[in-house]
């Protein structure tokens, strides 16, 4: 008898015929013997639908209050969810965030998780009833309710499940499993068997979309192994655990992109030393995500320095912008939203260092500039124009070959598991 | 400096605007120097909408799920409400029934409070910020969110004024108070500026709908005097508080109809004694609510009898009422939801023991039979057809000359407040 954790997205539960479907595939696994805490996010876009009511009477709402609203969703899908399953003759019991022992801090919209209390979870599945939690929201310790931010509901499935001791978590979505490329854009891009949490972390953070940053930093972290798979069939989707053998086998895992970045450029700055700190703590403070930092070599004692930033936060980082840039004594500040980040990533780069020589002439020969390149031992990111973006990711799935599951054998022995190689993701 | 608990019902929040409008009413008593407490309804039919939701995945949902689903309703109206008065720049802090202390037994769907705790809400009161409350819910005393069946909210309401001792509860609604009969059927109808708690539960159990049985009871059991008004003006509506000297003066307050109600006859069943325990053991035992009961007089030995219940009933009681047949040798059961109860209420008919007789000839006069009688000390109530209702309400209305403040100053001292006479309500 196995413990399980399975996750439903939205699209999942996105209507009475799906929560049904979902319902069966449920009951399924407990009359196949195992133990099964469900995770469940709110129906299809209602989340959405809740934002912009929020919208429709405050243009900025009280940040406590936008919790609570939010966290409707989920008590909506989950109740539904477990009346179908009482319906279908098993014992189910829906538990808030707050009753499901979810503690958070107190930062409404993106609270982190500080503790999984669980009890109720446990007496339930003790006592042979499926748990259903919902998804993406806590209490804090202030005994407010608070929502975990974009993919909350994956982090609260993790989590529980290592709170549980889970043998694994399920990540149920519209898609059935992490490719090597997104593939509306590269229909032949592969499905991939197995990934390892570091390469999965480095394509979260480079906008694959199958699963969040800090959902697989938890996982991680915690031992739990992932499983992402479709929710309209039953094969097997992505697996996603501690890197072992096999994967070590890989150099290239797929390719991702992401256009929801802007490029912002602090001008011609002095370059002074302790310069970058005073530029970037004020960001941190008011807790900016900054990637892909880029000092230029200094000219005349002044640079520029570059960096990427989501563009949902260009309005809200303006005044911090404009006044670090009069502090530091910048000719000004640009901002460039039409820009992506195409990054390329795999396990097996640390030890290939032609990986990167080889992106770069992809783009080159496809006659796409790179305007920033940043890496990490398993991955290679360019900023490029963003209308280009499709272009580059065909040419380096392409010049990598990562449609073949056969490329790596060429260059190491064969082994019955070759295709643990690539690694990419559509979003969810 | 009063404390006022306010109390706004779905219509009062339907959409932006009008919660825009109530969260400026509400500021406004805070400018004026009231500390305010308001309790929220679901958005217009949101409730509705959320069973018929349950009614997609389950013919019968579990009624633990169901409450669950619900309570996402007031969750949604109290956030927004909530972030409009932030908007404003007054301190708001939604509470839902459980973070308010609400604690309910475990009976879902119909749950009854037990204790109000309310240590987040004077909290809340103390630091100057303005509580908004979840109407209609609580949380068990098993931890289970319940909800407290129809007119939750006004009980709500009604609760936490007598924990807070608030001065006075507001009842904000879509109509501006109790009227002599339903505005819709007699046109010329009154609204009362003051009734007695006994008038307003009669009426309120004899299908006046602007405020439940429930909440009126509380109110007079906790001497919470309550105020029913339009949450779309600012005059005063009808005050509903201890009987005092000048409601004495009062015969008859209103005209009240019900045509929720189906009349049900348990036939020719032998005339035993303890027979009517028999009959109606069972019904209480399955929680339903049985009113009118009559049994005719014994002819050879058989009698039928026959009483009214909530026509939503009658498909769940059937099973019931066949095996009580079965169990008292009846002949069979009839049941006819095409019936309508009419009820004439007014406090000084204990000392005027004309009235029900006046009444039934207005009922005769109009060719109007008479199907069954049951009267209390304030009230008399017929059961007629349900087509005649409206004519039934007018001729009664009239024959009482309901419309006219001064009949009783005609049999009475007049006095200036002779107006506080009449009663009935429209439904919310």
Chains 1, 2 share one sequence.
Request: proline residues 3%; hydrophobic residues 45%; glycine residues 8%.
């Amino acid at each position: 008898m196995a413990l399980i954790v399975q996750k439903y997205g939205g699209t999942s539960v996105g209507d009475a015929e799906r929560i049904k479907r979902v319902a069966e595939r449920i009951v399924a696994a407990v009359r196949a013997g195992d133990q099964v805490c469900v995770v469940v996010s709110a129906m299809g876009h209602s989340t959405d639908e809740l934002v912009s009511l929020a919208a429709q009477v405050s243009e900025e709402p009280n940040p406590r209050e936008l919790d609570m609203l939010l966290t409707s969703g989920e008590r909506i899908s989950m109740a539904l969810l477990s009346m179908v399953i009482s319906d279908l003759g098993y014992e189910a019991i829906s538990l808030t965030g707050s009753q499901a022992g979810i503690v958070t801090d107190t930062t409404h919209g993106k609270a982190r998780i500080l503790e999984v209390k669980g009890d109720r979870v446990r007496q339930a599945l003790a006592a042979n009833k499926i748990a259903i939690v919902a998804g993406f929201q806590g209490v804090s310790t202030a005994y407010d309710v608070t929502t975990l931010g974009r993919g909350g509901s994956d982090t609260t499935a993790v989590a529980l499940a290592a709170a549980l001791g889970a043998d694994r978590c399920e990540i149920y979505t519209d898609v059935d499993g992490v490719y090597t490329a997104d593939p509306r854009i590269v229909p032949s891009a592969r499905k991939l068997h197995a990934v390892s949490y570091e390469e999965m972390l480095e394509m979260a953070a480079s906008g694959a979309g199958v699963l969040m940053l800090r959902s697989v930093e938890y996982a991680r972290n915690h031992g739990v192994v992932l499983h992402v798979r479709s929710s309209f069939g039953y094969e097997d989707g992505t697996w996603i655990k501690e890197e072992d053998e096999r994967m070590e086998r890989a150099i290239i895992s797929g390719v991702a992109h992401d256009i929801s970045e802007a490029k912002v450029v602090i001008q011609n700055v002095p370059d002074t030393p302790g310069i970058a700190a005073r530029v970037f703590r004020p960001l941190a403070d008011e807790g900016f995500n900054i990637d892909m930092i880029v000092q230029n070599v200094s000219a005349e004692g002044r640079t520029d320095i570059s960096f990427t930033m989501p563009t949902d936060d260009l309005r809200r980082a303006k005044p911090v912008l404009d006044e670090i840039a009069a502090s530091v004594g910048a000719e000004g500040v640009a901002r460039d939203p039409d820009i992506a980040k195409i990054s390329l990533v795999g396990a097996g780069m640390k030890t290939h260092p032609g990986v990167a020589a080889d992106m770069f002439d992809a783009l080159s020969d496809a006659g796409i500039n790179i305007e920033i390149i940043s890496t990490s031992s398993i991955r290679v990111s360019c900023v490029i124009r963003a209308f280009e973006v499709e272009r580059a990711v065909k040419a380096i799935h392409d010049r990598f070959k990562l449609t073949e599951e056969s490329i790596i054998r060429e260059q190491h022995p064969a082994t019955a598991t070759g295709q643990l190689r690539a690694i990419n993701a559509r979003e969810t």
